[in-house]
Nanobody
C-alpha cells in the first residue's frame, strides 16, 4: 500500500494550508487514517486521526479548533485542513494508515503504512 502526501508548502503565520494523502489501495475505506508530524530534532507526534467510517475523529490538544481532518473514501484520500498556522506548526507532515483498528490511535507504532511526508513551513 502506497500513500502519497501532497499539498505542503510555505505559508505565513495565521495562514491556511490543506495537505492531502491519496492511495490506490482498494481497501482504503477500511483503514483508520491519521496525520503525524515531525519537526527537526523532535519526535514524531500525533496531529489528527479519523476512523474508517469517519465517525470518530481525534485531535491533539494543540490542534483542536485549528485543524480539521476529513476523508473521501470515493477518492481514497484523506485531508488535513490547517488554519491559523503558527511558527511551531513547521514540520514534515506524514499520513499513516492502520489496517487493524477501526479507530485512530495516537501512537505511531500502531500504523502499518506511511506516506513519504510533505513539508509545511510557517514563516513570520
Amino acid at each position: 500500500v502506497q500513500l502519497q502526501a501532497s499539498g505542503g508548502g510555505l505559508v505565513q503565520v495565521g495562514g491556511s494550508l490543506r495537505v492531502s494523502c491519496a492511495t490506490s489501495a482498494l481497501s482504503f475505506s477500511l483503514y483508520a487514517m491519521s496525520w503525524f508530524r515531525q519537526a527537526p530534532g523532535k519526535e514524531r507526534e500525533f496531529v489528527a486521526g479519523i476512523s474508517w467510517t469517519g465517525t470518530t475523529i481525534n485531535y491533539a490538544d494543540s490542534m483542536k479548533g485549528r485543524f480539521t481532518i476529513s476523508r473521501d473514501n470515493a477518492k481514497n484520500t484523506v485531508y488535513l485542513q490547517m488554519n491559523s498556522l503558527k511558527l511551531e506548526d513547521t514540520a514534515v507532515y506524514y499520513c499513516a494508515a492502520d489496517r487493524t483498528r477501526g479507530n485512530p490511535s495516537p501512537s505511531p507504532l500502531e500504523y502499518d503504512y506511511w506516506g513519504q511526508g510533505t513539508q509545511v513551513t510557517v514563516s513570520s
